[in-house]
Structures are given as C-alpha cells and as structure tokens.
C-alpha cells in the first residue's frame, strides 16, 4: 500500500471530516522545493475523497509577513524603503496589485497545472474579517504562559513585557520593526523600534492599537496553532526545519493543547528540497523557481518528482547535471509502463487532470539527439521503433516530448551533448586511425543498400569488428568525421539523415587523410 493511502485508512476511521491544510509566505519568486509541500498535501486530500471521507483541501498565502530580505533580482533602489513592511502593502514588480498578490498567483498557477487545486485563503483577508480576533486576544491574555511555553519546549527566552502581536505602525507602515509593551485589554501599546531588526529601521513612533481586524498580526508559533483553531485543521505537514525537536511544529503544537485548547493537526513533516545537496533559497535567487521548472518540464513529470518519494526522502535535483533530466524522463517512463503495484501507483498520482494513459513515445534521449538532425522524421523513426502506426495519443505525446527535449538543448543540456554536421571536414578527424579510415570506405558501400536505421546501425558495427574496431573506436571515427567530436547520436540515425552524396565524399575526404 502506497504511504498516503496508510494515512487515508488510518484517518477515515474516525468517521470525521478532515481539513488539509499548507501555506507559504510569497517573499519572492517562489522556488520549486516548495511544491513538495503543496504536492504531498494534495496527495492526502485525494486519498481522502478516494476513500469517501468528506474532506477540504487549503492553502493560506501569508501575506501579513513583513520583507525581511530583499532579493537579489529585484532593485534595491526600489525595495529597500519597504524592508518591514507587510508584503501585501508593498507594490509588486509589475505595479499592478500588491508584492504577495504577483508572486502568490505566479506560484498557485504553477502548482494548479500540476494537479494541485486546494482553495486559496489570504493571510490578511482572514485578520481583516476578523475570523482571527479571538484567537488574538487569548493570545493576549496569555502572555505570560506563552513566554513560558518557548522556554519549555525551544529554550528561547522573551522579554518580561514581551507580547505575542506585532502591530503595523500607524506612521511608517512596518510591522517587522513593532514591538509590542502592554495590553489593557482593548489596546496593544507599542513602539516602532528603529534598531529592533537588522534588515529594517522603524521610525521611532509610539501608540497604541486595537489589534483586531487586521491592524497586525500574531508571531509565527502563535499565528499556526491559531490558524489551526479557527479553521478547523485536521491534517497540516511541514519541512524537516519546522519539525526538529524543540522547533517550530513543538512549539506550535504546545500552544494550541495550552492555550488554544485544540489538539494540534495530524501532522506529516517532509525532508528538503535540495539542488546538489543544498537547501535551496526563495528570497535570494539560489536555486531554480517553480515557474522556471515548470516551464521545462510537463506538469505530470514534474508532479512525478514530487510524488515519487515518501516524505522523509530528500529530493535532490540538480537540472544543470548532464543526466538528470534524461533520467527523470526515464524513471518517468518505467514507472508509465511498469506492471508493478507502487511504481504504476506512483504513475496514476503524477496524473494532472485525466486517467493515466497508455502511449508509445521515444525515450527522450533519443528525441535530444534526432531533434538536432534537421532532416530527421521523428514520427517515421517512432513508428520504426514501435513497429507500428502511432495513434493520435501516440503523436500528441510525440509532440509533448519533442517540445520539451528543444527546451533541455536551450537550457541546460552540456555542450557536449550538443552537435551540428560540420560544414567541411572537421580538424579532429586527423586522429583516425588506418582501421577507421577502412571503416569509412566499407561505410560508403553500405549505403547503397541501407534498408533503415535500426538494421543499419547493426551493419556498422559489424563492419567494425571486420576491420578489428572495437565498439567505441567505430562510432568514434563517424562522430569525428562528421561532428568533430568523439561522441554524438546514433550513427545510424545520423548517417542516414544526410544527403548520400554528402556522406560518400566526406567519408572518402577523411580515408584520404
């Protein structure tokens, strides 16, 4: 049984409807690592409604967060005078609509097209409906044993007059540099501290604030367990960080049993995204955003990436690699047609918005090297390999793939996997040796009698071993010959792409040498 139907079985039997929740703060362009969480959320709630267990599927931006890094591709000149301020009050790049708005709505529109579709709920629109004022005020009401809970359960200490609300100043906008003194019940006082942080200034002004109906908002630790209140959160997971011992989810979940009175969601915490072995960043550019992987992968590919390993299972995905994209269409490809129980479950959760589908289609690397021969027919070499006519399901993925084999070539395919048929006899082909000179010539008399590329290829390294050519030294002498390089596409394929004149007279040039 694949993980999230234990989970499934396991929660259905209370009988309860269940309430799936995950959220992001958009402190930028959003990074692909963050599509683990929304993907395994979405898995569960799935297999929820497959098991006929009433079940909601959320996501919250949380747009009340204040800019506390500016990054690095945004203009500093522009931004530096809102490092503070609550990311839906800051302007975003475009100028239309607000900082969290464009980078939210970038990101919910990369994980919609994967399948993913929970109801998007606003930070700031649940503090101004006051759906949060309750909360906020128990809060309140309950420093002191706040205070005491983060010591207990993370070792971190407050101030003696520390309080759990972060006001947005009424002067200067900020809400990072606020710092809250005293609640009489009706007002938070508080004062906008200029060196309170180091990646903002306050203005130095002091007041006093209802905090009620989005005036500010609670401390993070605070903020998720009373989320969880009063929405009704049954089942929230988070990254390794949050759920280390002592951490944020300790944290969070001894104040909702304290203070809130709940018990804390069921919870599944997931191991990092990482590119190369390292956790990637969404405020400082590093890493690759959800956007541009979504843009070089298809969405089933990509959710295949997610779904593929259980949570605890770190993804580590370096695109820039030679061979991971290749691979991934081929783990991708095993699991489509595989007959095996978790491997073709995994296939059924990578599906966007149909039933898995069955189609035939090139491996894709194949289809990098053909769709660099100009002359190539990609749908007469398919129907070669399948040995028979491709459906119109056939052509469609066909298409797909060839769409996203030209994208690997622009963007991150190495150069040496990279070819073009040199316009006149390339320098390298100097190193030939006799035996592959003699493989050249015997080459051109096969040409005459060529029948396909499959019974081709054969021919030629059967011709190599004729001459005492091992496997290697044979398609070598082709790939110099013609590329300039020691390795290249299929030869036969190749080969047989060409004009036959061109091929005899530059076979001939190079025995020549």
Known sequence: MFWVETIAKELSKSGKSQLVNDQKTPSGRVHVGALRGVIIHDLVY?????????????????????MDSLPVYLPSEKYEKYMGAPLKNIPSPTGEGSYAEYYANEFISVFNKLGAKPEILWDSQLYKEGKLDETIKEALDNAERIQGIYEKVSGSKRPKDYLPFHPICERCGKIGTTASARWDGKFVYYECQENRVEWAIGCGNQGKISPFGGTGKLPWRVEWPAKWKVLGVT????????????????????????????????????????????????????????????????PEVLRFLMVRPRPM?????????????????????????????????????SQVDEKPREYFVLRFRDLVNLSQIPSADLKTESESVKG???????????????????????????????????????????????????????????????????????????VGKEVGLPSAETFKAIYLTLLGKESGPKAAWLILSLDKDFMKKRFEEASRL
């Open 388 to 462: 028979d006519k491709l459906t119109l399901v056939d052509e469609k993925a066909l298409e797909e793939r060839i769409k996203y084999a030209k994208i690997y070539l622009e963007t991150f395919a190495p150069e040496d996997i990279k070819f073009t048929v040199k316009e006149s006899l390339p320098k390298e082909a100097k190193s030939l040796t006799e035996n592959q000179k003699k493989l050249l010539l015997k080459i051109v008399d096969l040409l005459e009698k060529a029948k396909g590329p499959e019974t081709f290829q054969n021919e030629i390294y059967q």
């Open 46 to 66: 799935k297999a929820l409604v497959e098991s006929r267990v009433k079940a909601k599927y959320t996501y919250i931006i949380d747009d009340m967060d204040p």
């Open 235 to 298: 089942i929230e997971g988070e990254g390794k960080d949050h759920a280390s011992k002592g951490g944020t989810r300790d944290t969070a979940n001894a104040i909702a049993r304290e203070i809130f009175k709940i018990e804390p969601p069921y919870d599944i915490s997931y191991e990092h995204f990482l590119v190369s072995g390292k956790k990637m960043s969404s405020s400082k550019g590093i890493g690759v955003s959800a956007k541009e992987v979504a843009e070089i992968l298809p």
């Open 313 to 349: 299972q770190h993804i580590d995905f370096n695109p820039e690699l030679e061979h991971t994209i290749p691979k991934l269409f081929d783990d991708f490809d095993i699991a489509r047609t595989s007959k095996e129980a978790d491997l073709k479950r995994i296939y059924e959760l």
